[in-house]
Nanobody, 121 residues
Framework: QVQLVESGGGLVQAGGSLRLSCVASGDTLSRFAVGWFRQAPGKEHEFVAG????????FYGDTVKGRFTISRDNAKNTVYLQMNSLKPEDTAVYYCVADENMVPIRTGDYWGQGTQVTVSS
């Protein structure tokens, strides 16, 4: 069973950037499609970005298109989320998700514990 550990969250001013990382252990990341979700207080999980096993196809939620970039390095068992032009409404806990069958757009098989991103105005 794969375990996912996120890092890179923190406090940043509006307009700034952060890069989240997600390291997988217990299995080979290349077996999984991966994605990022986020959850703000009082709201449901929101799809942020996802990509196929090879990283050849990527998908983004409407609210982050053009600002966020998902990438993966299967040799390092790591997934990244580069976040630029951050807005206060991007404040949330960000989760790394892996799925054995398809790009996790609605949900996924395995979830990390989350990392907090706070964007100040």
């Amino acid at each position: 069973q794969v375990q996912l550990v996120e890092s890179g969250g923190g406090l940043v001013q509006a307009g700034g950037s952060l890069r989240l990382s997600c390291v997988a252990s217990g299995d080979t990341l290349s077996r999984f499609a991966v994605g990022w979700f986020r959850q703000a207080p009082g709201k449901e999980h929101e799809f942020v970005a996802g990509c196929t096993r090879s990283g050849g196809k990527v998908f983004y939620g409407d609210t982050v298109k053009g600002r966020f970039t998902i990438s993966r390095d299967n040799a390092k068992n790591t997934v990244y989320l580069q976040m630029n032009s951050l807005k206060p409404e991007d404040t949330a806990v960000y989760y790394c998700v892996a799925d054995e069958n398809m790009v996790p757009i609605r949900t996924g098989d395995y979830w990390g514990q989350g990392t907090q991103v706070t964007v100040s105005s």
